[in-house]
């Protein structure tokens, strides 16, 4: 080999291995953005200011339109997953990110040294909505549009009336103006549930409550707590049962300071008159077998964004889904309830989209199909009671 004919064997090795550097460098880019876009794979992490290490999923552009979604009480990214699938194939160049809250899904505990003792002292909705804030601001992330569900709606709340200017749009999906008070949530789940049988159960063994309590789970309070869950908790007549199959188990494993913490910072949250001062564009969608945030509850958040939108000029919307009323049992049978992006997620995509493009949800009417097909979800173009608010 001639001096020349190494020296181009040098370059193109060179070359060769540049290349090789960066497709390496492609493939595990890649794979590590695989890794964070399905809620059955690990997720992404980021660590928190407030010190949570907060787990999220995203698909879409990092440069896209940034959309949060925000899951509820005991929940997880999975709670969205389906929605931000319909979302990402409606416009797949948006950003869209779903995060667990703290104590959540595979986000970190708050410091059991100093929440052990009143785990609502570190679950509160202001406590929740500053992580998703010190998440946003850690993304480079100035403004967003953001969707919640149910808990999720109140951080949102929150988040817009404290930080209007992170906020392009708002969606609160099964919300209400107010927890306090909240039958659902205060007698059934924290008195009857948590404070009540679990509690009763977990001091028996000699377990101060809640501090001795703070990191374990439903089942070290009841061995069959899955039946009660999957009984009472993940149950949905209209959402898929391979949909809900992961459920029960995964919310087995949330931490009783989670349990006991949130349901207790839920429970005190009134923005009924914080509400008033909204001034973010924001649409309020609802099922008509939503057993925990009543029709009473829709009354009262319509008549804050009234009084909102008259003060900041903006128009509001509130949107209904499903046909039939809750019924005599005050428990979700037949139609679309509490949970209405694990049953009508892509009617629920489409008004999300929509409603970020141009201000106002659509106009399809989601419902379940007659019995026993009420996992059939129906829609029905122009057909939905969708109710403007303001000018």
Known sequence: MTFSSFRSFLRLSAVALAATFILGQAAGTASAEAACTSVDTPR???????GIDMAYIEVGPADGKPVLLIHGLTDSVRSWSLAMDD??????????????????????????KTCAQAPEACFRMSDLAGDVVAFMQAKGIAKADLAG??????????????????????????TGAKSVGNAA????????????????????????????????TPLDADPKAMEWI??????????????????TPETAKVR????????????AQDNTERLKSLSVPTLVIWATQDSIYLAKDQDEIKASLKDAAAKSG????????????????????????????????ETVAKDVNTFITTGQPTLDLAHSDAAPNFTNIIVEPGKATVVKIGK
């Open 44 to 50: 992404c992490m980021q660590k928190l200011p407030t």
């Open 87 to 112: 979302l990402h194939k409606l416009d797949p160049k948006l950003h869209i990110i779903a995060v667990d809250l703290r104590g959540h899904g595979q986000s970190s505990m708050p410091d059991a």
């Open 149 to 174: 569900h149910s808990m999720g709606s109140f951080v949102v709340q929150e988040i817009a009336l404290t930080h209007p200017e992170m906020v392009g749009h708002a969606i609160l999906d099964a």
């Open 185 to 216: 949530l205060g007698d059934f789940v924290l008195k009857q549930t948590v404070e009540g049988a679990w509690k009763t159960a977990l001091e028996a063994k000699g377990n101060a409550f809640p501090a001795g309590v703070y990191d374990m």
């Open 230 to 247: 999957a009984a009472n908790w993940t149950l949905d007549p209209a959402a898929q049962p391979s949909f809900l199959t992961p459920y």
């Open 256 to 267: 009783l300071g989670t349990w006991i913490g949130a349901t207790k910072g839920l429970l």
């Open 314 to 345: 903006l128009t509001f919307y509130w949107k209904e889904f499903g046909k039939l009323p809750l019924p005599a049992s005050g428990a979700q049978e037949s139609d679309i309830g509490h949970n209405i992006q694990w049953s009508a997620a």
